[in-house]
């Protein structure tokens, strides 16, 4: 590997740790619990999302997402359950004063402000209105809270507030002498959707995958390294550099320095988040991904095309090319190009998987951590890099830093690319699964590590660490998820969770078994040089 290819994906898997973000849902929350507006009596219901569906003239048009207010009846959460009603405009528009006739159990529409929403809501649920769409003046939802002088409340009607484009849709209908109807309910996502399990297969298929070809490298390395101690002197400097020449050790000082250039770009992100600035990511993603694609792909071709692969040509700039790397090369370009122009379709995050899983391959086969005490401090920053951004960071910027990011607020698009998603198969609000590839690079260093230090230790699967490892990030993976549920769908920093399974498990079988010093100082075990095992022979022959 030349250094220029090196250098690139090193820059990459800084990048990388920008994904590190939680395991959560892109479409957003069904459910707020905001603690800045206290619930209390007759205004105490959760903030959720509803689905507004219409009807024109008695056929199917557009459907709209609005959030309830904390006040009036709750929305109805069954698609079934829920009445088809008709739509008509108040008047007054703001319905500030009592409407000027009585209405048929009809859902009216009317504009924010003048009033309190809890005055609109009074006065249409006297005209006898069923529910009340307040429109918003602006693009976002807003939530309706109660007064902190409203004690008494009484509202039997449910309250929705819709953005603003939305409310010109509905004049447009309205205006257009048709009859209009609308459905409100509020589906609950399921507990547990189908795409969770693909996720998480996914991301333990991808560490393992990773794990084994990294071990793979270094046992070839420690091989070729024995044979050529075993060789005469003037041999060894006539002997090419061994496998394990490519390979980058973190250190103390770079694990420490990685997460802060990490918090760097993460402020970054969030500071210039803009179409043009994900834009930009997306072609380093491309840039990242087709150089994990081409390392993939060539290492599992080169089994059966050996000659191919050990044959070069010099190519100005790039150096010494394998004839199967430039064979491979223009495969990778056009895969990540048509996945970047066409990724706004609903099947691009199949290509998107397949980029990123190559890449994070790719970079764990690379990047390597030496020993314990490295994984130990690599991991315990991201930990706390991890929890700053994603809770702390709201005391700060007033937002979760990781959250907005992750979900490209401000950007207008489906925010950064690294990230690995699925799309939630049987979920009524659609969205996707998503999770960063810090979650899955982080701790696949240590997990590599411990499989490296298994087999150049002769270890079985029960009695090394692996095994062990590998349980400990699927059940700490397993916990986010199962945290996420019970967060009601709120992000979650899955490293809060696989940190403490992963490095816990590493560090407390270590300890019990006695090789824990080994394996936080050296990292591998101890071999003997084989000159040093002759001499001590030749020694016991001459006595």
């Known amino acids: 590997m030349d250094l220029q290819r090196l250098c690139g994906l090193v820059f990459v ?19 707020h619990d905001d603690a800045s507006a206290p619930k209390k009596p007759g205004c105490e219901n959760d903030f959720v999302l509803v689905k507004v569906q219409t009807w024109v003239d008695g056929v199917e048009a557009s459907e709209f997402v609005g959030v309830g207010a904390r006040f009036g009846r709750t929305i109805e959460s069954k698609e079934k359950k829920a009445n088809q009603t008709r739509l008509i405009l108040s008047n007054p528009r703001d319905c500030c004063s009592p409407p000027g006739n009585k209405f048929a159990r009809d859902v009216i529409v009317v504009d924010r402000g003048n009033c309190k929403f ?9 005209a006898n209105a069923s529910a009340i769409l307040i429109i918003n003046n602006q693009k976002e939802l807003y939530k309706m809270v109660c007064e902190p002088d409203e004690t008494a409340l009484d509202i039997h009607i449910p309250a929705v507030m819709l953005p603003q484009d939305a409310g010109t849709t509905l004049e447009n209908m309205l205006m257009s002498n048709s009859v209009v109807s609308v459905q409100l309910y509020s589906p609950q996502r399921p507990v547990v959707d189908i795409a969770e399990v693909f996720l998480w297969l996914m991301a333990v298929g991808t560490i393992l995958c990773a ?14 390294h024995e044979n050529l101690l075993k060789d005469a002197a003037d041999e060894i400097t006539t002997a090419k550099a061994p496998l394990g020449a490519g390979i980058v050790d973190i250190s103390t000082t770079s694990a420490v320095l990685f997460v802060i250039i990490a918090s760097c770009f993460l402020v970054i992100l969030y500071k210039l988040m803009s179409a043009w600035f994900i834009e930009l990511l997306v072609v380093l993603f491309c840039i990242g991904g087709v150089e994990g694609l081409q390392t993939c792909l060539v290492s599992l071709l080169s089994r059966w095309f050996k000659r191919t692969g050990e044959a070069y040509i010099k190519v100005p700039i790039l150096g010494a090319i394998s004839y199967l790397t430039l064979a491979v090369s223009p495969f990778c370009i056009a895969f990540a190009v048509l996945w970047a122009v066409f990724r706004t379709i609903s099947f691009a995050w199949i290509g998107q998987d397949i980029l990123g ?6 970079v764990l086969q690379i990047v390597r951590i030496p020993n314990l005490k490295v994984g130990t401090v690599l991991l315990s920053c991201a930990f706390l890099y991890d929890i700053f951004w994603v809770f702390v960071s709201k005391k700060v910027f007033h937002e979760s830093v990781m959250i907005v990011v ?3 607020d401000r950007s207008g698009e489906d925010g950064i690319p690294m990230l690995l998603k699925i799309p939630r198969m049987f979920d009524p609000w659609g969205g996707f699964s998503i999770i960063g590839f810090g979650d899955i690079l982080l701790p696949g260093l240590l997990v590599a590590f411990s499989l490296r230090y298994d087999w150049l230790a002769s270890k079985s699967l029960r009695a090394g660490y692996f095994l062990w490892a590998m349980i400990a990030y699927g059940l700490g993976l397993l916990i986010t998820y199962v945290a996420l549920n019970l967060m009601d769908g709120h992000g979650q920093p ?10 816990g498990t590493l560090l407390t079988l270590g ?18 040089c084989p000159h040093v095992r002759l001499e001590h022979s030749q020694e016991l022959r001459d006595e």
């Open 13 to 31: 898997s800084v990048l990388i740790l920008l994904g590190c973000n939680h395991s959560s849902v892109e479409a957003g929350d069904i459910v």
């Open 118 to 126: 809890t005055t609109k809501a009074n006065n249409a649920e006297a």
């Open 211 to 224: 794990s084994y070809w990294s071990a793979w490298s270094a046992r070839e390395a420690a091989i070729e």
């Open 357 to 362: 899983i190559a890449l994070i391959i790719t």
């Open 406 to 408: 992750a979900r490209g």
């Open 494 to 503: 899955a490293l809060l969770y696989i940190v403490p399974f992963t490095l």
């Open 511 to 528: 300890k019990k078994r006695g090789d824990l010093p080994i394996l936080w100082s050296r990292g591998e075990p101890e071999r003997l």
